[in-house]
């Protein structure tokens, strides 16, 4: 299941004025450090795909799906004499409607019901008249919220920032808890800078499984084995809370080697633990029994990039990426991407771009009815197969330098195809005010 990835245009303008009077100069002070808006940001997007490896499907099934997606972010200045305070409020959601969500709780038509360690499911779609997502789950089913809260001081004597943010995100079945550290240094003459930021991420994740999955009906009042005692089968509390923790490092550095080429180099160290993979993702075996996702508890990503950008005139720019990737699950990619921002005039830029994707196949992978009983892990997730995928598409900036209201416009399009059968489409719309 795809979600679209919201990307936010963030600009930032510092204001000073220093009076030479003694008394202008207190005047002035006072006035730098009153808090104003600098600048609000909304974004609005609409992505859309369609596919047959549906994961809740155990890698066969419809995978269409269609998200919309809006956030807005106001940006706060402070300024004093020797630092600049920011301060960044966001919030986003999103709502997705998935073909797929449905076999959550029936299992798909002509599949096995056989469950993997032998035992007959007493709980088919026909037995059961629980949906299984009840009581609080059913009000998120579809549904993403994510706010953020971002600070950063820049020391305007040493051109040093440091940052500290916090994050949080709830979905039907799964909320996340996150915050960062971060530290940039800039060279006296801006042309060199220097950045580390560490992150990390405490989920828990509903352990809500496929429904011929489920324990059977244990008691005369038709409650589940691991049911409590109210009166509500299904809802949050019916289900075990498992945790998945996210820790990261990112080191980055920029040069620019002249006025018209510009370098980036980009290193992540990512680990994560607990329970990675979903629940409800179906596993089909070639002795035609089912069971749910089962993956390790720990994995390592290691992504190093590089960019670089070059000027040519006044008119083109050249952006170049390229990114490798390895974890220990066996994942190997390579990921390079071309965007030409061209300049129409003063206020409207085109940029087209271009992105490829490679990727070997996680060791854990297998087709629809392809794993062996007894295998440690096993999952048909066609994220962690191996496939090409091209991303193409077109982004229109528009500056309207003579508004009072608005700073910057921008409207993006990209096609994506993957070489297993994937597509998608995704539209979005950006907008920054003063």
Do not use: C
Not at 408 to 429: M, P
Request: glycine share 6%; hydrophobic share 35%.
């Amino acid at each position: 299941m795809k979600k679209s990835i919201v990307s936010v245009l963030l600009l930032a303008i510092t204001f000073g004025f220093f009076g030479k009077s003694k008394a202008q100069e207190k005047d002035s002070l006072y006035e730098a450090r009153k808090l104003k808006i600098d600048e609000i940001n909304f974004v609005s997007g609409y992505y859309t795909q369609e596919g047959e490896h549906s994961s809740i499907g155990g890698g066969k099934g419809d995978e269409a799906l269609t998200n919309i997606s809006n956030s807005i972010q106001v940006r706060l200045l402070k300024n004093s004499q020797k630092y600049e305070h920011r301060l960044d409020v966001a919030v986003a959601v999103d709502h997705h409607t998935s073909a797929s969500t449905k076999l959550i709780n029936t299992a798909p038509e002509g599949s096995p019901t056989n469950i993997y360690n032998g035992k007959i499911s007493a709980r088919t779609a026909a037995s059961t008249g629980t949906s299984g997502v009840t009581g609080a789950s059913s009000n998120f089913i579809g549904w993403r919220i994510y706010p953020s809260l971002n600070y950063f001081a820049k020391n305007l004597e040493r051109n040093t920032t440091y940052g500290i943010g916090a994050y949080y995100s709830r979905e039907f079945d799964y909320q996340s808890i996150g915050g960062e550290l971060s530290f940039v240094k800039a060279s006296q003459d801006n042309n060199s800078e220097f950045s580390v930021k560490a992150m990390a991420f405490f989920d828990q994740r509903l352990e809500i499984l496929p429904v011929e999955l489920r324990p059977v009906t244990t008691d005369t009042n038709n409650r589940k084995a691991d049911d409590d005692d109210d009166e509500h089968e299904g809802d949050d509390d019916d289900y075990k809370l498992w945790n998945k923790n996210s820790y990261s490092v990112n080191f980055a550095f920029s040069q620019i080697i002249n006025p018209r080429l510009q370098v980036s180099l980009m290193a992540d160290f990512a680990f994560q633990d607990g329970l990675l993979s979903i629940p409800y993702n179906r596993v089909y075996f070639t002795n035609n029994t089912v069971s749910s996702e089962k993956l390790p508890m720990q994995r390592m990503k290691i992504p190093l990039g590089m960019r670089l950008n070059y000027f040519l005139g006044e008119t083109f720019i050249f952006r170049t990426y390229y990114r490798y990737f390895f974890d220990d699950w066996g994942i190997k990619a390579h990921t390079a991407q071309l965007e030409i921002p061209i300049k129409i005039s003063p206020f409207v830029s085109l940029s087209p771009f271009y992105r490829y994707h490679h990727q070997t196949s996680n060791d854990y992978f297998k087709p629809y009815g392809q794993h062996n009983p007894g295998e440690k892990y096993y999952s048909s997730d066609y994220d962690l197969s191996s496939f090409n995928s091209q991303n193409i598409g077109l982004n229109l900036h528009y500056l309207p330098l003579e508004s009072k209201l608005f700073k910057s416009v921008d409207f993006r399009y990209s096609f994506y195809k993957r070489s297993e059968g994937l597509s998608a489409h995704n539209l979005t719309f950006a907008i920054t005010f003063k």
